[in-house]
C-alpha cells in the first residue's frame, strides 16, 4: 500500500509541476486562447505517464496512451456531436445524444483497441 500511496503522491506532484512548466510556454504563445491547449490535460498527462513508467514499466504506459487516445477521440465526438444538436434540440436531448454518442464511441474504442 505504501508504494501505490508513494505513486499516486509522485503522480500528483509530476502533474503540478508539468501544469507549472505549461503555463509558463502558454504566457509566450500567441493568441492567448491556445494557453488552455497548453496547460491542462497535455501536462498531467505527461506527468502520469513519466510516474507510471517508473512504477509499472513501459507495457502499463503503452496500456494507458492508448487509453487516453480512445478517450480523446470519444471527447471530440461528444464535442462534434453536442455543438451540432445543442442549438437544434435543447440542452438536455442534445446533451443526452452527446453523451450517447461518448459512449458508443469509448465503448468501440475499447473494444476495438483497449481489449
Known amino acids: 500500500m505504501g508504494a501505490r500511496a508513494a505513486e499516486v503522491a509522485l503522480k500528483a506532484l509530476a502533474g503540478g509541476l508539468f501544469v507549472l512548466a505549461f ?17 491542462a490535460a497535455p501536462s498531467v498527462a505527461l506527468g502520469t505517464l513519466l510516474v507510471t513508467v517508473m512504477f509499472s514499466g513501459a507495457a502499463e504506459v503503452a496500456r494507458s496512451v492508448r487509453g487516453m487516445a480512445v478517450g480523446a477521440v470519444a471527447l471530440t465526438i ?24 461518448w459512449v458508443v464511441t469509448a465503448a468501440l474504442g475499447y473494444l476495438l483497441v483497449l481489449s
Do not use: M, N, T
Open 78 to 101: 461528444y464535442c462534434v456531436v453536442a455543438v451540432a444538436l445543442l442549438r437544434r434540440w435543447g440542452v438536455w436531448r442534445g446533451s443526452a445524444a452527446a453523451l450517447g454518442a
Open 23 to 39: 503555463v509558463a510556454i502558454a504566457q509566450i504563445v500567441v493568441p492567448k486562447r491556445f494557453a488552455g491547449v497548453f496547460s
